[in-house]
C-alpha cells in the first residue's frame, strides 16, 4: 500500500502517486458481516502502527480509506463499505473499522429477530411464503442513523457497490467513477446499502426516488446479491481497469509507463463459508418443489446455492488475474 499519505485529507491521493492500485472488496453475508468487521479492525490497527504519527506514535487518525484507492462490499459488505469511507465519524472521518463490530452487536438482534418456541419452524415457513424473512425497519433505521445524509460523492475515497434492479432485470452498479457521466447514480449511501442488502427471501425489495437535471427520477432497486456479485472483487477490478482504458490520468504513472497487472493489490475479505456443513445432496433436492427449495430446516437452498456459486466463479475468473501477476490476499474468514 504504498503511495499513501499520512496527511489527513478529505480525498486520498490518486493512484498515479504510488507504485500500487489498492483494492479492498467486502463480501456480503447478512450477520456474519461481523467476521469482516473482526478482520478489518485488526487490519486497521496494524496500518495505524505501521504509519506513525509526527510523534512516532500509533497514527489513531488514520482510517482504512486512507490506504486504498477503491473499497468495494455488496450486502452487508456494502454497508461496511460505506461505514469505512463515509465522512460522518468524529472530526468528519469514517468510523473506525472497529465500529463495525459494534453495529453489528447493537443492531444485530434487532434486524435479524430470531423466532422461538417449539412451532417456530412454522412461523418461519409462513413467512417464507407470504413475503421477506425480516421486515427490514431496523435495518433501514440502523443504516440512515449511521450514515445520515451523505452521497456516494462525499466517500473520501473510491467506492463500488453492486445492486440489482429488479425493474431492468439488471444489475446497478453505484460506483463513484460513474457520477460523472451518469449523476443519476449519486444517491444517499444510506439508499444504496438499504438497496444492495435487500436480499430475496430475507429484507423486501427496496426502491428511492433521485431527482437528476431532468426531473424526478424513479430508481427501483433490488440487491438480488446472489445474482449480481455477492463477491465485489471482480466488480472492483473491471471499474478501475475502465478507467485505465479510457486514460484516466488518476492512473498515469509519472515516468508514463504502460500500464501492468504487477500494480494490482486486491484484499478480498469473506464473511465464512457453510460448504463443510453438506446439508443439501441431489438425492433430497431431486424431490423438492418449489416450497422445499425456498425453505428448508431454516435454510433457504435456492439462495444457498446462487450464493456460494456467485463466489465460486468470481475467484475462478480472478485466478486469471492472478496469473497475470496480480496480487491478491484473499480472507475467507472461514467458520
Not at 103 to 127: A, H, M, R
Request: net charge negative; proline share 4%.
Amino acid at each position: 500500500m504504498e503511495g499513501r499519505t499520512s496527511s489527513i485529507s478529505s480525498k486520498i491521493q490518486t493512484p498515479k502517486y504510488g507504485e500500487l492500485i489498492t483494492i479492498l472488496s467486502v463480501d456480503g453475508g447478512g450477520i456474519r458481516g461481523i467476521i469482516s468487521g473482526v478482520i478489518l479492525a485488526y487490519l486497521e490497527s496494524q496500518l495505524q502502527d505501521l504509519d506513525k504519527d509526527e510523534n512516532g506514535n500509533k497514527n489513531e487518525n488514520m482510517r482504512l480509506a486512507d490506504y486504498f484507492d477503491v473499497i468495494a462490499g455488496t450486502s452487508t459488505g456494502g454497508l461496511i463499505t460505506a461505514m469505512l469511507t463515509a465522512p460522518v465519524g468524529e472530526n468528519g472521518r469514517p468510523y473506525p473499522a472497529k465500529d463495525i463490530v459494534r453495529f453489528y452487536k447493537e443492531n444485530g438482534p434487532k434486524i435479524f429477530p430470531q423466532t422461538s418456541g417449539c412451532l417456530s419452524w412454522i412461523v418461519d415457513l409462513w413467512k417464507a411464503l407470504k413475503g421477506s424473512k425480516y421486515d427490514g425497519k431496523n435495518l433501514h433505521k440502523a443504516i440512515q442513523d449511521t450514515l445520515k445524509e451523505t452521497r456516494l460523492q462525499d466517500t473520501v475515497t473510491n467506492v463500488v457497490i453492486p445492486t440489482f434492479d429488479i425493474k431492468k432485470l439488471q444489475p446497478t452498479i453505484f460506483s463513484s467513477y460513474q457520477i460523472e457521466s451518469n449523476p443519476v447514480l449519486d444517491a444517499k449511501l444510506s439508499d444504496i446499502c438499504i438497496g444492495t442488502s435487500a436480499a430475496p427471501t430475507y429484507f423486501p425489495a427496496y426502491y428511492f426516488i433521485k431527482e437528476d437535471e431532468h426531473g424526478t427520477t424513479e430508481n427501483s432497486i433490488s440487491s438480488m446479491v446472489v445474482l449480481a456479485a455477492n463477491n465485489p472483487t471482480l466488480v472492483a477490478i473491471s471499474e478501475v481497469m475502465k478507467q485505465i482504458t479510457k486514460k484516466n490520468s488518476d492512473f498515469l504513472s509519472t515516468d508514463d509507463l504502460p500500464f501492468n497487472y504487477d500494480r494490482f493489490l486486491v484484499i478480498s475479505i469473506g464473511t465464512g463459508t457453510k460448504k463443510r456443513e453438506e446439508k443439501y445432496d441431489a438425492k433430497m433436492a431431486s424431490k423438492w418443489g418449489v416450497i422445499s427449495w425456498l425453505y428448508w430446516k431454516k435454510s433457504t437452498p435456492l439462495i444457498d446455492c446462487y450464493q456460494e456459486s456467485s463466489l465460486d466463479m468470481v475467484d475462478y475468473h480472478i485466478s486469471v488475474i492472478s496469473m497475470l501477476s496480480t496480487v491478491m490476499i484473499s480472507i475467507s474468514g472461514s467458520m
